[in-house]
């Protein structure tokens, strides 16, 4: 009984070695190959509608079309200066993907309110890293839009090209 457990172990062992043998000489210690960023320019349509604000500050919600990362829903945090227009102000915004997490900070100007309420947006912005392929992405665009001020409704074209 011992000679035929040493014989299996001795099988079993030459087996191991062998493979551990087979698997260095075909899988030899090679860095992965580095992930070169695609470049691509995207559209996006923003429409939401301001959730609330104190003092020059407010929160709007937004369903986001993008035409690289399909539907997604977005959270914009906005600080304006001033309080006569055109007004100029920064923003924060999340936008949350089935790929990811992407987030971004852009700056605007809001124009003097038609006779209806609507004012034009014009602005800028860039990506700011995130979660899943957003992690390192890197993009720039401009935007432009309308928000009326009776409503609080707003929608926004954004055009620009990303790099990921």
């Not at 172990?9 to 860095?31: C, I, R």
């Not at 993008?66 to 999340?94: C, E, I, N, R, Y």
């Not at 790929?99 to 209806?116: I, S």
């Amino acid at each position: 009984m011992r000679r035929v457990s040493l014989v299996v172990a001795g099988v079993v062992a030459v087996l191991v070695g062998t493979g551990l043998a087979t698997y260095a000489v075909a899988a030899p210690n090679k860095k992965p190959a580095k992930h070169k960023p695609k470049v691509r320019k995207f559209s996006e349509v923003l429409n939401g509608a301001q959730l609330s604000s104190s003092g020059n500050k407010a929160v709007d919600v937004y369903e986001v079309k993008s035409s690289v990362d399909g539907h997604g829903a977005g959270v914009q945090k906005t600080t304006v200066a001033g309080s006569a227009f055109p007004l100029t102000g920064t923003d924060k915004v999340t936008v949350y993907y089935a790929n990811g997490v992407d987030n971004a900070a852009d700056k605007f100007t809001l124009a003097t309110p038609d006779a209806n309420g609507n004012s034009a947006i014009t602005g800028s912005g860039k990506c700011l890293g995130g979660t899943g392929v957003h992690r390192h992405e890197k993009c720039s665009y401009t935007f432009t839009g309308s928000y009326n001020i009776n409503t609080l409704l707003v929608n926004v074209t954004a055009h620009g090209t990303d790099k990921r």
